[in-house]
C-alpha cells in the first residue's frame, strides 16, 4: 500500500497478505472486480486465450482507476460449442459456476461486500447471471454485472455491425480488441487468403438486417435456428462474414477507454452508496 492508501498493486495473487488487509481497513468500501473469459478457438489468426487476455487488460484498468482489487479466478469458461476445434478447453456449467461462487464466498468471508463480475464470453453469460443471483443471498454480498455505454455514437456503431454482420467471434471487432491489447499474439499473416465461411440459410441471413422494421422479431428466429456448435455453421471458426483483416484498432482503443470510463464512474458511484442493511452482516466462515 501506499502512504495514502492507494494500491500499488491491484491483482490479488501479487499482493502480500498485509497489503490486502490494509486495503481492506483504509478503503472505505473495497470492490473486487473479477474477469472471466475463455480458452476457445478463436478462428485462424487469434490467440486461444484471446477472451482471458483481454478481460485481464480491461479490468486490470479499470480497478487501477479505482483503488479496486482484481481477480481472474480461471482461465477457461464454458466453450463447449467451440469443442470440434483443436485447443478449446471448456469447462462443465457447473464447475464454472463453482468456481466463481467459491471466489465470491471465499473473499466475502474476509469482510468483501462489493463485487463487480467482467465477462468477455457470451458462453459465460447465462452462468455469470446466476452466480451473481446465488451468491448474493447466500454470502450476503452485493454482485454487480455492469455493461455499457450502449448510447454513445460509436457503440451504436459497433452494435449496427455486430447485428448486421454477426461480428460475433474473431471477426473485424474482436479482431481490433486483440490487436490492441495484444498484437504480438496475433497472426494476421494466416489471413492471407482469408474467405467467407459462415454459412447459414439464406432466408435467415436476410434476418441479418437491423434497418428491418421486424428487426425485433426476426432477430431472435435467427438465434433459434442457428445451429449449437460453432463447426455446424462455420469452417474456419469465425462468427461473421466480414473481413476481420478490416480490423481498426483505434476504434477499439476508442471504444474500451469509453467502457473503462462507465465502469469506473459506476464503482465510484456505488461505493457512495450505504451499504443496504440486507448486506450489513458480520462475514460468515467460508466452507467450501
Same mark, same amino acid.
Given at each position: 500500500?501506499?502512504?495514502?492508501?492507494?494500491?500499488?498493486?491491484?491483482?490479488?495473487?501479487?499482493?502480500?497478505?498485509?497489503?490486502?488487509?490494509?486495503?481492506?481497513?483504509?478503503?472505505?468500501?473495497?470492490?473486487?472486480?473479477?474477469?472471466?473469459?475463455?480458452?476457445?478457438?478463436?478462428?485462424? $489468426?487469434?490467440?486461444?486465450?484471446?477472451?482471458? %487476455?483481454?478481460?485481464? /487488460? &480491461?479490468?486490470?484498468? +479499470? #480497478?487501477?482507476?479505482?483503488?479496486?482489487?482484481?481477480?481472474?479466478?480461471?482461465?477457461?469458461?464454458?466453450?463447449?460449442?467451440?469443442?470440434?476445434?483443436?485447443?478449446?478447453?471448456?469447462?462443465?456449467?457447473?464447475?464454472?459456476?463453482?468456481?466463481?461462487?467459491?471466489?465470491?464466498?471465499?473473499?466475502?468471508?474476509?469482510?468483501?461486500?462489493?463485487?463487480?463480475?467482467?465477462?468477455?464470453?457470451?458462453?459465460?453469460? $447465462?452462468?455469470?447471471?446466476?452466480?451473481?443471483? %446465488?451468491?448474493?443471498? /447466500? &454470502?450476503?454480498?452485493? +454482485? #454487480?454485472?455492469?455493461?455499457?455505454?450502449?448510447?454513445?455514437?460509436?457503440?451504436?456503431?459497433?452494435?449496427?455491425?455486430?447485428?448486421?454482420?454477426?461480428?460475433?467471434?474473431?471477426?473485424?471487432?474482436?479482431?481490433?480488441?486483440?490487436?490492441?491489447?495484444?498484437?504480438?499474439?496475433?497472426?494476421?499473416?494466416?489471413?492471407?487468403?482469408?474467405?467467407?465461411?459462415?454459412?447459414?440459410?439464406?432466408?435467415?441471413?436476410?434476418?441479418?438486417?437491423?434497418?428491418?422494421?421486424?428487426?425485433?422479431?426476426?432477430?431472435?428466429?435467427?438465434?433459434?435456428?442457428?445451429?449449437?456448435?460453432?463447426?455446424?455453421?462455420?469452417?474456419?471458426?469465425?462468427?461473421?462474414?466480414?473481413?476481420?483483416?478490416?480490423?481498426?484498432?483505434?476504434?477499439?482503443?476508442?471504444?474500451?477507454?469509453?467502457?473503462?470510463?462507465?465502469?469506473?464512474?459506476?464503482?465510484?458511484?456505488?461505493?457512495?452508496?450505504?451499504?443496504?442493511?440486507?448486506?450489513?452482516?458480520?462475514?460468515?466462515?467460508?466452507?467450501?
Amino acid at each position: 500500500m501506499r502512504k495514502e492508501g492507494r494500491l500499488e498493486r491491484v491483482w490479488i495473487q501479487e499482493l502480500t497478505r498485509p497489503a490486502f488487509e490494509e486495503w481492506l481497513e483504509n478503503e472505505p468500501a473495497p470492490v473486487v472486480i473479477i474477469g472471466v473469459g475463455s480458452i476457445e478457438q478463436h478462428g485462424l $489468426h487469434l490467440p486461444l486465450g484471446t477472451d482471458s %487476455l483481454g478481460v485481464c /487488460r &480491461f479490468i486490470e484498468e +479499470v #480497478a487501477r482507476r479505482t483503488n479496486s482489487v482484481c481477480v481472474l479466478p480461471c482461465w477457461p469458461g464454458y466453450s463447449p460449442h467451440h469443442m470440434g476445434f483443436k485447443g478449446t478447453i471448456t469447462f462443465r456449467a457447473e464447475t464454472l459456476l463453482n468456481v466463481l461462487l467459491d471466489t465470491i464466498g471465499s473473499l466475502a468471508a474476509h469482510g468483501v461486500k462489493r463485487f463487480v463480475l467482467i465477462n468477455f464470453h457470451g458462453g459465460n453469460t $447465462h452462468i455469470v447471471n446466476l452466480a451473481a443471483q %446465488l451468491a448474493r443471498r /447466500r &454470502f450476503k454480498v452485493m +454482485v #454487480a454485472i455492469p455493461r455499457g455505454p450502449s448510447q454513445t455514437e460509436l457503440a451504436k456503431r459497433i452494435r449496427y455491425r455486430m447485428q448486421r454482420y454477426f461480428e460475433v467471434h474473431s471477426g473485424p471487432r474482436e479482431t481490433a480488441l486483440a490487436l490492441h491489447y495484444f498484437p504480438e499474439l496475433v497472426e494476421m499473416w494466416r489471413l492471407k487468403d482469408w474467405r467467407n465461411t459462415f454459412k447459414v440459410h439464406p432466408k435467415l441471413m436476410e434476418f441479418m438486417d437491423p434497418e428491418r422494421e421486424d428487426y425485433e422479431l426476426v432477430s431472435q428466429i435467427f438465434m433459434a435456428c442457428l445451429e449449437p456448435d460453432t463447426d455446424d455453421f462455420t469452417s474456419s471458426g469465425q462468427y461473421a462474414i466480414t473481413d476481420p483483416r478490416e480490423a481498426d484498432p483505434e476504434e477499439a482503443a476508442r471504444h474500451i477507454e469509453e467502457r473503462i470510463r462507465f465502469l469506473v464512474d459506476f464503482i465510484n458511484l456505488w461505493k457512495s452508496i450505504p451499504l443496504p442493511p440486507a448486506y450489513r452482516c458480520k462475514p460468515q466462515p467460508f466452507s467450501a
